[in-house]
């Protein structure tokens, strides 16, 4: 048995873009310590009609942000103005709270322009929740890149093979793009107890059984699957060691209900910092039925 769990995401139209939505989901919150997994697009922007997520918190958690096409301006509360391009990584680490926004640059504004990527949230460990707020980028060419068996990977983020991925974390963890030829194939690394495959295109297959487009495939701890092309195509590889269980609401992750309900108090009444010119802001919902890091 090679897929533990065939996860079909959760569509949702953002304003005119589509995010699919594969974690959480029912009976499985987390995969690793990836908390939240959302497939951005593809979609495509008309001109004068950008992305506009205006400045909203997070605690004890990371975000991780990687395009596969379209760009992206990040801005938060320490003072960082960071675009994102596509094969870059944005990781924004939260630990005891930070303020961001995402919008299109001012450059891809008033052309058609078009959005495609993969957004993830990690929750910390329980030690490194609270750290203090930090925010990196990675370019392109930092991250390890190897061909195998007709097969470009790519590590985002992690540990695998002889390469490491300059991205700092906090716990075992493992993040792949793997753009495989037809009649290509690729062993997904063994070293992890939790890992997840998610299809961004037709052509897959996982142990030689057919993965439709946007599915996501939970593994069977312990066994060697071998993903492979039958045209070509391209998947995210995830995994890790759990954290624990974590309490969500809205764009607060924790381990500690009452940090959320402390999160909650704090964004009401303001003491969260500030964007440096931006008054906008996204107030606290009276009623979350699921978080929505764009919303």
């Known amino acids: 048995m090679a897929i533990l769990q065939l996860i079909e995401p959760e569509v949702k139209d953002l304003g005119g873009f589509t995010a699919r939505r594969s974690l959480p989901y029912l009976n499985r919150q987390m995969v690793g310590p990836f908390i939240f997994f959302d497939h951005l697009g593809p979609s495509v922007l008309p001109p004068n009609r950008g992305i506009d997520v205006r400045p909203h918190p997070h605690i004890n958690l990371a975000t991780v942000t990687y395009l596969f096409n379209g760009a992206l301006m990040h801005r938060d509360s320490l003072g960082t103005v960071q675009s994102i391009q596509p094969g870059e990584v944005n990781w924004m680490t939260a630990g005891k709270g930070i303020v961001h926004s995402e919008r299109s640059p001012d450059y891809d504004r008033h052309n058609e322009a078009s959005i495609h990527g993969i957004q993830t949230w990690v929750a910390l460990p329980v030690e490194y929740e609270e750290t203090d707020p930090s925010f990196t980028h990675y370019p392109a060419e930092t991250l390890p890149t190897w061909?195998?068996?007709?097969?470009?990977?790519?590590?985002?983020?992690?540990?695998?093979?002889?390469?490491?991925s300059p991205v700092k974390v906090f716990s075992p963890i493992l993040y792949l793009d793997v753009a495989l030829s037809a009649n290509a194939h690729f062993t997904v690394p063994n070293g992890y107890s939790e890992r997840a495959v998610y299809s961004v295109t037709e052509g897959l297959k996982i142990n030689g059984e057919l993965l439709e487009p946007y599915r996501f495939a939970?593994?069977?701890?312990?066994?060697?699957?071998?993903?492979?092309?039958?045209?070509?195509?391209?998947?995210?590889?995830?995994?890790?060691?759990?954290?624990?269980?974590?309490?969500?609401?809205?764009?607060?992750?924790?381990?500690?209900?009452?940090?959320?309900?402390?999160?909650?108090?704090?964004?009401?009444?303001?003491r969260f910092a500030s964007l440096p010119d931006e008054t906008e802001f996204i107030p606290l919902p009276e009623v979350v039925t699921e978080a929505n890091p764009f919303s």
């Open 218 to 270: 939970i593994l069977e701890a312990g066994y060697e699957i071998k993903v492979s092309a039958v045209a070509a195509a391209q998947c995210i590889i995830i995994g890790g060691e759990p954290v624990g269980t974590r309490y969500k609401w809205w764009n607060f992750v924790s381990s500690r209900a009452e940090r959320i309900e402390q999160a909650k108090a704090d964004w009401r009444d303001r």
């Open 147 to 164: 061909e195998e068996n007709g097969a470009v990977i790519k590590l985002i983020v992690g540990q695998t093979r002889f390469y490491t």
